[in-house]
C-alpha cells in the first residue's frame, strides 16, 4: 500500500483510522506521502512520520501545542461530526 501512495504522487495522506489498527501504523511510519496527519483515536501518536494532528479549539487549546510533536491543525468548530447515532437513557442499573 505505501508503495502504491508513493507512486501515485499521493502529497497528503490522513489516517482516519487514528492509528488504532496495525497496517494503519505501519503505513504512516513508513511516510508514503511527504505530509501525514492522524485525528482522533488515541490522541496524537508521538510518531515522528506524522506531521499534523486534526483536532479542535475545544479538545486542545492553544496551549497544548507545547505537548505535542505534530502540529496541531484545528478545525474551526469541531473535529467529529457524527449523525445517525440514536441514544436514550440507560435502564440497566448495577444492582440489576
Do not use: N
Request: glycine residues 4%; contains cysteine; negative net charge.
Amino acid at each position: 500500500m505505501a508503495e502504491r501512495i508513493y507512486d501515485d504522487k499521493i502529497d497528503i495522506l490522513i489516517d482516519l483510522d487514528s492509528l488504532t489498527l496495525d497496517g494503519s501504523c505501519e503505513l504512516m511510519a513508513l511516510r508514503a506521502a511527504p505530509i501525514q496527519a492522524t485525528w482522533l483515536g488515541w490522541d496524537a501518536s508521538s510518531v515522528p512520520t506524522i506531521d499534523y494532528f486534526i483536532a479542535d479549539p475545544y479538545v486542545l487549546p492553544d496551549d497544548a501545542q507545547d505537548y505535542y510533536h505534530e502540529t496541531i491543525w484545528r478545525l474551526p468548530q469541531t473535529y467529529i461530526a457524527v449523525e445517525g447515532f440514536e441514544t436514550a437513557v440507560p435502564s440497566l442499573r448495577r444492582d440489576r
